[in-house]
T-cell receptor, first 115, second 113 residues
């Protein structure tokens, strides 16, 4: 079975600063995908960024970037220039390739951006 | 674009009652799925479907039934509600069952008393 661990239940950051959310995972698979999803108070799940395990280059999406360490099974999310709208729960997720979109989610990190 | 629509948004049931959570998507997606979200546990997959007429169990299927008679609809049935089923339920879909972005509905908050 796959497990995804987010060891930081809550974090806070000052507006305009940078924050890093941690995620580790356990799998025996070699082909897989990793994701970060954002869940604001509206409850809507929003895809932030995704990484394909066979790609060595770290994914970036505007202010969001990841540090993917495959050997260490680590997948952290860095948010630069934090904005008030970044306040949300952030979930790390793992998906085995070729398994019909069966996602395994971490328990989430609640991020608060302080004005 | 409506995307993924879930109804109702909130529901309170008594133990033993049955109900159906509705999920519809208008994007012609092959793949649809149901997750439950509990405090401190993230999202867990209940059931999924890779196309009309095909369903399969996820991580936590007990107490839930699904069917997929059309591409658009994927209802989740609770046959005899239990307090342990108090949760937020999310429906999600993607274009195919392969590596695709998941589109989520806005969730259903269910309380079983």
């Amino acid at each position: 079975a796959q497990t995804v661990t987010q060891s930081q239940p809550e974090m806070s950051v000052q507006e305009a600063e940078t924050v890093t959310l941690s995620c580790t995972y356990d799998t025996s698979e070699n082909n897989y995908y990793l994701f970060w999803y954002k869940q604001p108070p509206s409850r809507q799940m929003i895809l932030v960024i995704r990484q394909e395990a066979y790609k060595q280059q770290n994914a970036t999406e505007n202010r969001f970037s990841v540090n993917f360490q495959k050997a260490a099974k680590s997948f952290s999310l860095k948010i630069s220039d934090s904005q008030l709208g970044d306040t949300a729960m952030y979930f790390c997720a793992f998906m085995k390739r070729n398994t019909g979109n069966q996602f395994y989610f971490g328990t989430g990190t609640s991020l608060t951006v302080i004005p | 674009n409506a995307g993924v629509t879930q109804t109702p948004k909130f529901q309170v049931l008594k133990t033993g009652q049955s109900m159906t959570l509705q999920c519809a998507q208008d994007m012609n997606h092959e793949y649809m799925s149901w997750y439950r979200q509990d405090p401190g546990m993230g999202l867990r997959l209940i059931h999924y479907s890779v196309g009309a007429g095909i369903t399969d169990q996820g991580e936590v299927p007990n107490g839930y039934n699904v069917s997929r008679s059309t591409t658009e609809d994927f209802p989740l049935r609770l046959l005899s509600a239990a307090p342990s089923q108090t949760s937020v339920y999310f429906c999600a879909s993607s274009r195919t069952a392969r590596f695709e972005k998941l589109f989520f509905g806005s969730g259903t908050q269910l309380s079983v008393l």
